[in-house]
């Protein structure tokens, strides 16, 4: 039996007999189930044990208060917005529009880790910033970068346990030590991370807090030339402590409240400081930090002049995903950089469908 | 030997077997590339000009299907049969034109640059509200599963004309008339 003979009309028998159709619609039947099944299973919708993006983001809201109309991390956090002017040295490190044009308007967003979006600035921990920059051919710039020096864990299988153990434990309403110790015990990255939150001093503003890519970077200059990078934000605001003491004087919105006081004064101001990494760096692991001692460039100036609540201003409706990226920048194989993406989309496809139908957490009264 | 055409002509033939191709793995990289964690830039990537390049080749394959008559269906396929044949063509038109259209109209109604590849953008060709972005994005996935299920029947039925009817329906689109007449095919 030929699989592509057929019979022109009128020459001999055009169908087989019925007993031996069987076997080819059992053939064809099993192709479309192949093929459904490669579907479901690559969609997640079967072996839903398999870590995917929105079983990443269903762990992440397990493990937090209502979030519901933003962002699934990092959920508190003030619009801003503002320009960048590139140095003289930024065009020799990358080809992209915004370390040639003069001045680049930025979109952004300030904001504090964790998931609640009327959590307390003076417990949270990390804090963070998120960037588009656009240039005037059109090309955008998103990045996300936080006041940690280094990430937590190297992938992203490590980063949903971690998230995983901070789940509350039905029985006590706290996420479960054990749990917690196990992840510490997995990954020294976590412990040197624990050690870190433990003993850096807590700065008393955004505005003189370093905000580090963590995450690196391929840059590729116009005669071609590529180096891997990160960068930070270096704040041109003098640090001031703020210690345990003052911590627990302060306001639970007393981040906004110090930029507003200070933007009423000017424009804040970080130097872009790029780091270019040395043979050895390791480039695809952010959670091993680069030594200090790495050559370094200052790219350009940011200057934040405005300031508008998240629900009111543009940020609340951007996702900074740091792989939008513009010629010249490319993302480097970090697989966390590749779950970030992944997770901030289902965090924005979530909370985009909650703005549309008004289904928006509320601050709890008695909490503030 | 006929003069008539019991063939889609070579275009036809050339566009719907590069399209299914591409629309295939189009299918998978979408659902792919929303799930997981590991593949989401590469498949993003592919995802965007692969879309655009549909989007043009279907406006060049209406075009030909509209100024090319299609080869008859049997004569002696059931009615149902033939309107079956007929409503998921159509169908099959219809997605192909509005996946691309919803995606790119997806990305602008979420704030998103168009970015074909590296340094070319498209326009936005809607506006950036959370609404339009929500119905969009949601039309892009049902549209999508739609298309996929439309995809598995249309390949169940030209294989059952292949191997239980074997009346030369998928022989049509898979080959060229054949210039040695003993062979021709010819439903009339």
Sequence with gaps: MSLFGHTPDGQGPRTPRPSAQLPWLALIAAILAVAAFAFAWLAGWIGRDRLTARHFADTIEAASPDQ?????????????????????????????????????????????????????????RVRSIALQLTADDGQQWRMAMNSFPFFAVPTPEGFHEQTRAQVPDPATGKPDPQKVAAVLEKYPSARAFQEWAKTAPWSDSWANTRFNSVNSFWFTNAKGQQRA?????????????????????????????????????????????????EPGDAIDDPSIPWPDSREQVVAGVLSLDHMQSQEQGACGQLNFDPLILPSGVRGSDDPILAARSAVYSQSFNRRERERATGAVAQPKENAR | MSTRTDHFNLLARVLHWSMAAMILAMLFIGVTMVASLHLRPVLIDLHRPLGIAILLLVLLRLYNRLRHRAPPLPADLPAWQI?????????????????????????????????????????????????????????????AYLLFAT???????????LWIRRDGVFQAMAQGPEKRGTEEVNYK
């Design chain 2, 83 to 143: 309107m079956a044949a007929k409503a998921s063509h159509w169908m099959l038109y219809a997605l192909m034109l509005a996946m691309p259209l919803v995606g790119w109209a997806m990305l602008s109604a979420g704030g998103y640059p168009i970015v074909l590849w590296d340094g070319l953008q498209l326009p936005p060709i809607a506006p950036h509200t959370p609404l339009l972005y929500t119905l969009l994005r949601t039309a892009h996935s049902l549209l």
């Design chain 2, 151 to 161: 995809v598995l029947m249309h390949v169940g039925a030209a294989l059952f004309h």
């Design chain 1, 229 to 277: 990078v990160r960068w930070h934000w270096q704040p041109q605001a003098t640090f001031a402590e703020l210690d345990a003491d003052a911590r627990a004087s302060v306001g639970v919105d007393f981040l906004s409240d110090d930029l507003q006081r200070r933007l009423a004064d000017g424009p804040v101001r970080w130097n872009m400081v790029v780091s270019l990494a």
């Design chain 1, 68 to 124: 519901r109309g933003f962002r699934r991390a990092h959920s508190k956090g003030v619009c801003v917005s503002g320009w960048f002017e590139p140095s003289a040295q930024a065009a020799t490190l990358s080809s992209a529009r915004v370390f040639s044009q003069p001045r680049v308007p930025v979109l952004g967003r300030l904001s504090i880790g964790g998931g609640d979006p009327h959590g307390a600035d003076n417990s949270a």
